[in-house]
C-alpha cells in the first residue's frame, strides 16, 4: 500500500495488471486536496501471489481491509482497466462506505461478445495504411519501470485474474456517484491517420470507425441503464493509461466530481 499523504476526503487509487506505483506522477498533484493512497493487488509486484482467489468479490475485501484498517471515511475509488471489476463489486456490495467510483477506461462487461453489440461489418482488407508514426507511448514512473523488470507478473496468475473478472457488472446495485471516462477517437482524427485514397478505402474505414462507437456506446449505455446519474466523460486520444497522457484531464475531473459529492461528517469535500 502506497499513502502519499494529504489532506482531505481519501481518494485511493486501483489498478489492473500494475503496481501502486504507477500512479507516482499524479498523485502528489492531489495532495493540496485529497489524501491520497494507492495499493497493489494480490498477484501483482510485492503483493502476495496465491494460486487462487482473483474473483472481483475476494479481491474487493482486500480493498475493503485497507479502508476499514486505515478507517478512510468515503474514499473516492479511481480505478483503471480490470481495476474496474472492484470499483463494481464495492460500489454495489459496500455503498455505505464508498463516497464515489472514478472509472478509467473500466466501465465495461468483459461478458461482452461482439455478437452483443450492435454488428457493423468492416472490410478491413479495404483498410487505409497509417501515416506517419503512432503518438508516443506513456513512459510509466521510475518505481513502477523497476518493478516491471523485478517482479514481472506471473502468466499463470494473468489468466487467473483475466478468467476471474468475467463477471457482469451489477451497475443496478450500484447506489455512489459515478462517473466514468473513456479513451475515444474522432473521425476527423482517423481521417488524419489514416487518409483513404479511394472511396472504397474510406468505407472501410467509416466501418471501423462505426464499430468502435457501437462497442463504446453499449458500454456507456449498460452502465447508465443502472447508474442513470453517472457522468460519462470521452477523452479523444487518450491512453489506455488516461491518468499519463491526459493528467490535467483526470485532475480537473476528479476534483470537480468531489466537488459535486454530498457531504460527509468529518469529511471535507
Request: glycine share 8%; net charge negative.
Amino acid at each position: 500500500m502506497l499513502d502519499w499523504g494529504g489532506s482531505g476526503r481519501p481518494v485511493l487509487f486501483v489498478g489492473c495488471y500494475l503496481t501502486g506505483h504507477v500512479y507516482d506522477d499524479i498523485a502528489p498533484k492531489l495532495t493540496d486536496r485529497f489524501h491520497v493512497y494507492a495499493v497493489t493487488r494480490r498477484g501483482v509486484g510485492a503483493s502476495d501471489h496465491p494460486a487462487t482467489g482473483y474473483s472481483p468479490e475476494r479481491r474487493a475485501d482486500d480493498f475493503l481491509e485497507v479502508i476499514d484498517g486505515l478507517r478512510m471515511q468515503k474514499p473516492i475509488l479511481v480505478g483503471n482497466s480490470c481495476g474496474g471489476d472492484i470499483l463494481h463489486t464495492l460500489g454495489a456490495r459496500n455503498p455505505e462506505r464508498i463516497g464515489g467510483l472514478m472509472y478509467l477506461d473500466a466501465a465495461e462487461d468483459p461478458t461482452l461478445t461482439l455478437a452483443d453489440y450492435e454488428p457493423v461489418t468492416v472490410r478491413r482488407e479495404h483498410l487505409p495504411a497509417r501515416v506517419g508514426a503512432p503518438s508516443d507511448p506513456v513512459r510509466f514512473p521510475e518505481a513502477e519501470r523497476r518493478q516491471l523488470d523485478e517482479r514481472p507478473i506471473d502468466p499463470a496468475i494473468r489468466r487467473a485474474i483475466v478468467e476471474d473478472n468475467r463477471v457482469r457488472p451489477d451497475y443496478a446495485r450500484i447506489r455512489v456517484p459515478v462517473v466514468a471516462i473513456y479513451r475515444t477517437t474522432t473521425m476527423e482524427q482517423a481521417l488524419k491517420d489514416y487518409p483513404p485514397k479511394t472511396e472504397q478505402e474510406r468505407a472501410a474505414l467509416n466501418q471501423a470507425y462505426a464499430s468502435s462507437r457501437a462497442m463504446l456506446s453499449k458500454w456507456q449505455r449498460d452502465l447508465l441503464a443502472g447508474v442513470p446519474d453517472a457522468k460519462i466523460v470521452e477523452l479523444p486520444g487518450a491512453n489506455l493509461y488516461m491518468f499519463l497522457s491526459n493528467e490535467a484531464d483526470i485532475i480537473r475531473e476528479l476534483r470537480a466530481f468531489a466537488s459535486s459529492l454530498p457531504a460527509q461528517p468529518g469529511v471535507e469535500k
